[in-house]
Structure formats: C-alpha cells, structure tokens
C-alpha cells in the first residue's frame, strides 16, 4: 500500500525527534542515535581495543600527575558526572584523542613540546571538550542514518601496506572531527582553563607550539624534496586564512573572564618531564640509523638503507621509501613443539609453499619460502629463547616478489641477538633540565646534544622543544630541555 505523503511524514517524525538531544556542553540540540549509556559502553569497548595499540608509558608517578591535572579541568566541565580517565602513551608521536565517554588519551611526545602545567591542562581540556559536546556521538549517529563511511576507528599504521598484513584496530578518533568541531573543543577546553584558575591563552600558546611543529615538517620536506606531510595533530591546522582570527574568538570569552592570578606551574611542569624518554623507549625498541635494538626481547634487526621504520606493539614495520614493499615482524607466541619448517607449513594452512630454505644465524634456528599468490609473500620464522618470530614481505599492487626479494632476504637474516656492546644502543635518549648560563645559545647547546641531524635541524628542535622557535635564543636562568 502507498502510504500519503502526511501520514508517512507524521510517522517518521517520533523516529527522528527520538534522534535529537541537547548538548550538554553547548545547549544547542544535535543529531543524535545514542543514549549517555550507550556512550560509556562504546568508550569502554573502544578502550580495551585502544589500549592495546597504545602501550602506557612505565612512569607511574607522570601518569599520576597527568590524572591530577585532567581530573581538575574535567571536574569543571559540563560533564562533571561522568568519570575520565586519562593515560600517557608510550609513543614519540605528536598527539592527543578523546574516546567517548571520558577516556583521554596523551602521548609522550607530545608532552615533550608542552613547557607548562598550563599547557597541558590547556591540551586535555581540548580533548575533554570533544567529550563533553560529544562529537564522536554525532559523528557516529551522522554515519548510521546516512549508511556512509563511519568516523575512522582504524586509521593504519601509517604504511597502507602494513594494514593488509597486521588487520589490528588502529588508532582511534586521532584524526580530528573537523574544522568546526575542533574549534568548538578548543572554545570548551579554553572555559574549563579558565573555570579550573588556569590561563586560557595556554591554548592559543598550544596551538602555537604545534603551528611551529607543522612548519618545520613542512619546510625539512620542501628542502629535502619532498612531498609536505599532512597536518598532525587532529589536523587542526590545514590552511584556513582565518585560522587565527577564529581561534582568538573562540578562546577570547574565556580570557575576558579570567581573574588576574592564574596558574601557569612551568618549572613544576618541566621537572615532571626529567628523564622522559625523547624519541624511542627502551620498553618499545629504539632505531639507530639503519638498526632497530629491543633491550627486553634483546634482538636487533638491520634494513635497507632508505627504508623506514613503523614500530608497532604488535609488529616491527620496515618498509621502502615508496612504502610499495614492507616486511613485518611480529612475536608469534611461545615456540612450538615443531621443526621450523613444519611451522611455516602449518601457519600456511595447506597451501603449498615454494623455495623452502633452512636458517641458522647467530646461533638461532629458522625457516624460510616463498608462499605463491597474487601477490607472492616471502615468509620467515626465527626461533629466539622460547618465542617465534613470524617475518612476512610483501609488494603492494601485485609487482613481483622477485624485485625485493634480496631485500626482504637481508632484513630476515639479520635478526640475531644483541652483542654486549650494543646494550647501550638500545638505550633511548632522554630529556633533561639544564638553567641557561650567561651566553649560553641554542648552538652551543647543539654542540652538546646527542640528537642525529644537520646542525641547523638540531638548532630548530632545541628551539621547539623550548617554545623558541624559529630564532628565538634562552635567557640567562631560564629552564631549558635538552636531549642526552
């Protein structure tokens, strides 16, 4: 039957007023298909997947601090009710995201840039603001009425190649909500500040620092000829001419607000990050040049020159500068009662393997041939201790195995265990405070750091890392982080 026109829109109408809610941080009604419940329940799923892509960072005392200042911007925004939970990541990255339901997520190397407590609190009240307005809500219930592309849960690895191979849940909401969403975070984030006695231009000194960082990248890239790298955290920063223009109003009624006496806390701040891990950790594994060293597991493994680095819980990632071959390595477990060679044909599944060849290297037994297919894979596994290690290589859009082969040859045969000698390459360069003397510069600084890169590169990292950037040199007494 053909219903009217009327009556199949007076039908509809409960469905779709049932969809609309009021936001609980702007009073404006959104769009959306989930109650306050759902939403703690889709956090914590999200979490538990999360957590496992994102190892927390071993300093329980950093965790600690950063909880304390989350908590007191949380327990002053419009979803006080609700229980956060916020967690320093083990990883170098430049980067922060928010979970529905309170779960905030900040990595280390993002903390490395922050020069204030301030600052922090300013980062975390951006991200408890995407809580509050509950984007990922609205995003996700835009996604199910309309049957499109749902919000990126899994966003990779960074290699496409290595997707088809690790199939894991990647890194979740990190890539932002959009222009108009990320403002309004920003706005949220800038009233919490100011309600929880912080200086609200600790956000516009935020997104100073990593403006600064997206400007570097860019300009090492076109001096290097390459292509320029897309906008990093949240990709907040695309080129908007009214960029600025739009942050100072958003933030501006927050500043207006603020008494004469807010807090800053830069040197309580600073002396939480002594000793923070810069770059790779030593629980994650650390790259030296062209060699990767793992203290816990103590192995080390060597790829071609050109090739990067992807380094995941769950898998080493080498690939080439083209990122069209890769070879991955993951622990598979303990060691089983087989014969490696009877492994590879087993994790085969019965399809029939090629080219079977035995390893012995640095003591350690293997096994490794070529699994046929569309596209061919050059598979390996190494025994080490009471673990397997699974090594798979691969070319991207179907090119033959045989142009990389020798490469994926050389990465598998160099895993071995770590000489005693090596130990301490497998030790991660570390943050430390130092007081400027009089006449102290960024290059003499330079001079003292053990950070790989040309001179003027150090230059400019010893300047973002200490808010100097682009020519801006220390003062006499003025903490500064430098990298040993």
């Keep these: 039957m053909k219903w009217p ?3 199949l829109a007076l039908l509809l109408a409960p469905s779709l007023l049932a969809g609309c809610a009021v936001n609980p941080a702007t009073g404006r009604t959104n769009f959306v298909m989930m109650s306050e419940k759902q939403e703690l329940d889709l956090g914590r799923r999200y979490n538990q997947e999360i957590a496992k892509q994102n190892p927390r960072y071993a300093d329980e005392k950093l965790q600690a601090y950063v909880q304390q200042v989350g908590q007191r911007i949380a327990s002053h925004s419009h979803r006080n009710n609700i229980p956060y939970q916020f967690t320093v990541v083990d990883s170098p990255d430049i980067n922060a995201f928010a979970l529905p339901g309170g779960y905030i997520y900040i990595h ?8 204030s407590e301030a600052e922090l609190a ?16 609205q995003q996700q219930s835009q996604s199910t009425a309309w049957n499109v592309l749902g919000q990126a849960v ?14 894991v849940l990647g890194t979740a ?14 706005g949220l984030g800038a009233q919490y500040l100011e309600r929880s006695g912080y200086d609200p231009q600790a956000m516009i000194e935020v997104v100073k620092v990593l403006k600064n ?14 292509a320029e790298p897309p906008s990093g955290y949240h990709g907040l920063f695309d080129t908007h001419p009214d960029n600025d223009q739009r942050l100072q109003q958003v933030v501006g009624p927050a500043k207006a607000l603020a ?19 810069f770059g790779d950790s030593a629980e994650t594994g650390v790259r030296r040049g062209q060699d990767f060293y793992h203290a816990g597991l103590d192995f080390t493994l060597h790829f071609p020159d050109g090739w990067g680095l992807v380094n995941r819980p769950d898998a080493v990632i080498t690939h080439s500068a083209d990122q069209q071959a890769f070879v991955a390595m993951s622990l598979d477990g303990r060691k089983p009662d087989l014969a490696p060679a009877d492994y590879l044909r087993k994790k085969a599944g019965g399809q029939r393997l090629s080219m079977e060849e035995s390893l012995q290297q640095a003591g350690l037994q293997g096994a490794t041939a070529v699994l046929p297919g569309n596209p061919a894979r050059r598979v390996a596994v190494i025994y080490k201790d009471d673990k397997a290690y699974l090594f798979v290589g691969a070319i991207r859009n179907r090119a033959s195995l045989e142009t990389q082969d020798n490469n994926f ?49 150090l230059e400019n990292r010893i300047r973002l890392l200490n808010n100097l950037y682009p020519i801006g040199e220390p003062k006499p007494g003025d903490w500064l982080k430098v990298v040993r």
């Excluded at 300013?122 to 809500?137: D, F, I």
């Excluded at 960082?213 to 890239?221: H, I, L, S, V």
């Excluded at 003397?437 to 001179?455: D, F």
């Design 259 to 277: 008494g004469g006496n807010q807090v800053v806390n830069r040197e309580a701040f600073l002396k939480q990050l002594e000793g923070l891990p």
């Design 108 to 115: 280390r190397g993002l903390l490395a840039y922050l020069n």
């Design 213 to 226: 960082q997206e400007d570097f990248a860019r300009d090492q890239a076109r001096r290097k000829g390459q």
């Design 154 to 167: 899994a966003i990779g690895t960074g290699v496409g190649a290595a997707g088809d191979l690790t199939n």
């Design 122 to 137: 300013a980062v975390l009240g951006h991200e408890v603001g995407h809580v509050t307005a509950r984007h990922s809500v």
């Design 5 to 7: 026109a009327l009556s």
């Design 173 to 186: 909401f990190v890539r932002g909500y959009g222009r108009d969403m990320e403002l309004e975070a920003d």
């Design 409 to 457: 040859l050389a990465v598998i045969r160099s895993f071995r265990p770590m000489k005693k000698e090596e130990l301490a390459l497998a030790q991660p360069l570390r943050l430390h405070l130092i007081q400027a003397k009089p006449g102290q510069t960024v290059a003499s600084l330079v001079r003292e750091s053990k950070l790989p890169g040309s001179e003027s590169d």
